[in-house]
Every structure is written in C-alpha cells, then in structure tokens.
C-alpha cells in the first residue's frame, strides 16, 4: 500500500512539472512578443557559467506598448503582469560577447499575466543569436 501512495504522488509531482513546462512551452509559441528595455549587468558566474543577470529600464507590471512593441510604464496598460520578470539569461560558456550587447529582453505575453523570457535583442530590436 505504502508503495502505491508512493509511486502516486511521484506520479502526480511528475504529472505537475510537465504541465507547467508545457504551459511555458505554449506562452513561447503562441505569446504575444514585446520588449523591455535593460540595464544589464556582468555576465559571469564562476558557480553558475556565462549568464546576464537582467535589470529592466522600467520597473512597473502595468506596461502599454509603445510602436515598436515596447513596454513602459503606464496607468493605461496593454500588458497587465501577475509575476516579476525574468532576472538572469543564462547562455553557452564563450557566447558573453555577443550578449554584452543587448539592449532589449524580448518576451512573450499569454493575456492572462505571465510573461516569458524568449532572447535578448540588440539597439535595433534583433534578436541576438549566436
């Protein structure tokens, strides 16, 4: 008996680390895609390896969208978050060149609150690819 209780609650821990991947998985392709303006910081980590701990310009979950699809502050808002944004990018060890450069954090908005980190772009709003 204790056996069966075990292997379901392995189960249903297993059941729920899935659907919250796959929930992720669907704001990434199907979320609506905006832009936050960053404040970067070193990108090194000696336990960690090569990431960008991200700081945003704009420190708000009540964003409108300006032209270009990128986020301010404001009372009026056209993204509403629940959560904070992401706060570290984590890349390939020896790519930190070509992150160093970021201006923007492009992320993924489902209309229910959640935003997902997707890539860091550049002054022109280009994702950064290796």
Do not use: H
Not at 4 to 29: D, G, T
Not at 31 to 44: A, E, N, Q
């Amino acid at each position: 008996m204790r056996a069966k209780l075990f292997l379901l609650f392995i189960f249903l821990i297993c059941a729920a680390l899935v659907y919250a991947v796959w929930q992720k998985e669907m704001i990434l392709k199907d979320g609506k895609t905006f832009f936050m303006d960053l404040r970067p910081v070193d990108p090194r980590s000696i336990m960690q390896g090569d990431y960008m701990q991200l700081r945003y310009a704009e420190d708000s979950k009540c964003l409108k969208l300006d032209g270009q699809n990128v986020g301010r502050a404001d009372k009026n808002c056209d993204i509403k978050l629940k959560n904070n944004l992401p706060s570290s990018f984590f890349f390939q060890e020896g790519y930190a060149n070509i992150y160093s450069r970021a201006k923007y954090a492009i992320l993924k908005y489902d209309g229910k609150g959640t935003a997902v980190l997707y890539g860091l772009a550049d002054e022109n709003l280009r994702e950064l690819k290796p």
